[in-house]
């Protein structure tokens, strides 16, 4: 890995959720770090913890039933899991914002946008002990929404979330999240629900703004066209795991773990016909009970007696990529390898 | 005789709103479609949300009454036939929905959904009927067992499965598959598209492809017609279009999808604005207010009419005429 400074690293996040059929380890030991105007895309399909983990980090995830077993999230040097809500309402918005899948529900749609804008920006002042008077407030809501693309940002400001189209009311939600200038930008999934014209719109808005602010950005897709188009490295989640981490060259180069490969095998290509798609057997197990060793074993082509047994962990396999799977354990350092005791259980 | 032919398609909805329910104007969801899709083959329409693909399918299996102009099933034209007959040609053409949870009942077994054309259609009872709704879980790749169990208790591919069983209950010609996959992950995605392709040949059905994702629509059809409000905007044979889009909204609608690869072409050509609303569509070619190769007020004021630009392949467009 690079040696920038990271501000937020995550280190054996643990989350389980409590249910009447018992206890759900949904997230199974997640790291990752994300460093200075750093682009990560986490892929993976639904039910993988992608949102789960960005919930996490900003601590939205309510308790019960959410338990966090274990693990920690460092922002700078602080762990977000110790902090008081308190504190982490400074964080949120202030220094880490997110920007989520369907921007109709996180809009209020009884209040302009006007007035939503300057809640938000004159929120963040009072956390961080400034007064904006509501003239300031609405003059940078007004620059926010020039920022983002939106025409005639000074009348639009008066109207109401229902008189903007989709596209428009994620951009809104995108003013929102950069009000508090923050450092991280988390977004979940922010195109899924618009058409790929707009899609294409607002991720060349999210690319601009990262050139222009210098943000770091963690970025949640199912589509690796997505996170291709805005990222620079990228984590792929299988059943609450990253299995493979590098960056996007080397994922379409070199795709490693075996469900990486599985997963571009599985999107039809636009450009040129012929392949036949090969997907991957089965679908995603159980989290109530789920499978021991590697949680991918029972859909891998390349299943190993290890598999079943022992979980992999993330391991260097050549500069800045990480792939948790023992089909290269021979590359590993040996202290990650697994003991032989181990191996050789019945 | 073509086994599709879908002349002049309209389909206009009346807005009504506020006092006594006064009509404000109408919806043209759907506005003079034609096309004709040969047996055996996979047609697909293309399109955003808005531009009139899912009311197309509807209005084709008769869900919807058209407006205006005819649709030929084998012949027969469908916008002219009693209840009773309609009924009886329905059994040739089957829908699949988008959303394989709420196209199923939650408190229906799923050898009671399944089953329930075989007993509308043709009286089936007891073992006969439990025996094919088994032979038809065994073509979708389902196990007995599965038949007993509620739509909770199975995946989102497997429930995708069921609704195809229930499709395929009455031996259809024509399946009309609406968004079939993108309520699916994309390793289920590829499953069920290797699927309905082997069904295709295996039964010898005919396919009318709707959806958004142009990755899908390449891999499964041979034909594609793009809509934008409601209108086909160009129709070619699929590696034809693709390969050569014609169209200013096709070349767009393609450089728009983000490419899984490493290197993204710095050839985006990227729309401005949103897809006007079908309830104002614009005069003169209605993709005028969002085009990048307008060549004038002809534009703005006189609709295109359809241009061959080889064979197979026609674009609504002035720029081609």
Same mark, same amino acid.
């Given at each position: 890995?690079?040696?920038?400074?990271?501000?937020?690293?995550?280190?054996?996040?643990?989350?389980?959720?409590?249910?009447?059929?018992?206890?759900?380890?949904?997230?199974?030991?997640?790291?990752?770090?994300?460093?200075?105007?750093?682009?990560?895309?986490?892929?993976?399909?639904?039910?993988?913890?992608?949102?789960?983990?960005?919930?996490?980090?900003?601590?939205?995830?309510?308790?019960?039933?959410?338990?966090?077993?274990?693990?920690?999230?460092?922002?700078?040097?602080?762990?977000?899991?110790?902090?008081?809500?308190?504190?982490?309402?400074?964080?949120?918005?202030?220094?880490?914002?997110?920007?989520?899948?369907?921007?109709?529900?996180?809009l209020n749609p009884v209040f302009s946008i006007e007035k939503q804008m300057i809640d938000v920006i004159r929120g963040h002042a009072r956390h961080t002990h400034k007064t904006v008077s509501h003239k300031e407030a609405r003059e940078k809501a007004i620059g926010l929404l020039d920022a983002v693309n939106i025409p005639n940002p000074g009348k639009r400001i008066r109207e109401f979330p229902h008189e903007f189209s989709g596209g428009m009311r994620q951009r809104v939600l995108i003013a929102m999240a950069l009000a508090g200038d923050p450092e991280i930008l988390i977004a979940d999934e922010p195109t899924t629900a618009l058409d790929v014209t707009i899609q294409a719109q607002i991720l060349r808005l999210i690319r601009e703004l990262v050139e222009r602010f210098r943000h770091s950005v963690l970025l949640i897709s199912h589509d690796l066209g997505v996170v291709a188009a805005v990222c620079r490295r990228i984590a792929v989640m299988y059943a609450g795991n990253i299995v493979e981490l590098t960056t996007i060259e080397r994922i379409f180069e070199n795709p490693s773990h075996p469900y990486t490969r599985g997963l571009l095998r599985s999107i039809p290509n636009l450009t040129r016909r012929g392949d036949n798609l090969v997907g991957i057997q089965g679908s995603i197990p159980n989290f109530i009970e789920p499978p021991q060793g590697c949680r991918f074993h029972l859909r891998c082509d390349h299943a190993m007696d290890v598999c079943r047994k022992v979980k992999p962990v993330l391991n260097d396999i050549e500069a800045e990529h990480r792939v948790a799977c023992f089909l290269y354990e021979s590359s590993w350092p040996s202290t990650s390898r697994p003991k032989e005791g181990i191996r050789s259980l019945p | 005789m073509m086994f599709l032919e879908v002349q002049k398609l309209s389909k206009y909805f009346p807005l009504k709103a506020g006092f006594l329910s006064r009509s404000k104007g109408t919806v043209k969801a759907v506005r003079s479609v034609s096309f004709q899709v040969e047996a055996g083959e996979s047609y697909g329409i293309v399109g955003e949300s808005g531009s009139g693909k899912t009311t197309l399918g509807r209005t084709i299996l008769r869900l919807i009454t058209p407006t205006s102009g005819k649709i030929f099933f084998n012949g027969v034209n469908l916008c002219e036939l009693d209840p009773g007959m309609l009924r009886r040609l329905r059994r040739d053409m089957q829908m699949i929905f988008q959303d394989p949870h709420s196209s199923l009942n939650p408190r229906k077994t799923i050898i009671k959904s399944v089953g329930e054309p075989l007993v509308i259609h043709d009286h089936m009872r007891g073992r006969a009927l439990r025996q094919r709704v088994q032979d038809l879980m065994e073509i979708v790749g389902l196990k007995k067992e599965h038949m007993y169990r509620f739509p909770h208790e199975l995946s989102g591919g497997q429930k995708q499965r069921v609704g195809i069983a229930r499709a395929l209950a009455l031996n259809p010609k024509m399946l009309i598959l609406d968004e079939p996959t993108s309520a699916l992950d994309v390793s289920v995605q590829a499953q069920t598209l290797n699927f309905l392709e082997a069904l295709q040949e295996k039964m010898a059905l005919t396919y009318l492809f709707i959806s958004h994702n142009l990755s899908v629509i390449r891999y499964v059809c041979d034909r594609v017609a793009v809509m934008y409000l409601g209108r086909i905007v160009e129709e070619a044979e699929v590696n034809d279009l693709f390969d050569t889009p014609m169209h200013p909204y096709t070349k767009a609608l393609l450089s728009s999808v983000p490419l899984p690869q490493a290197r993204? /072409?710095?050839?985006?050509?990227?729309?401005?604005?949103?897809?006007?609303? /079908?309830?104002?569509?614009p005069s003169g070619c209605c993709f005028h207010t969002r085009c990048r190769e307008k060549i004038g007020p002809i534009c703005e004021s006189q609709e295109p009419e359809a241009v061959f630009t080889s064979s197979n392949h026609s674009v609504l467009c002035h720029l081609c005429g």
């Open positions: 890995m690079k040696t920038e400074a990271s501000i937020l690293e995550i280190k054996d996040l643990r989350i389980h959720f409590d249910t009447f059929d018992g206890t759900a380890q949904v997230l199974d030991g997640c790291s990752f770090r994300l460093g200075k105007g750093d682009t990560l895309g986490l892929v993976g399909e639904t039910g993988c913890g992608k949102s789960i983990t960005a919930k996490a980090i900003l601590g939205l995830l309510p308790v019960p039933p959410t338990r966090i077993v274990s693990g920690e999230i460092y922002f700078h040097s602080r762990d977000l899991l110790a902090v008081s809500e308190k504190e982490l309402e400074k964080i949120r918005g202030n220094q880490i914002a997110m920007i989520f899948q369907d921007p109709m529900t996180y | 993204q /072409p710095d050839t985006e050509i990227l729309l401005e604005g949103d897809i006007p609303s /079908p309830f104002n569509i």
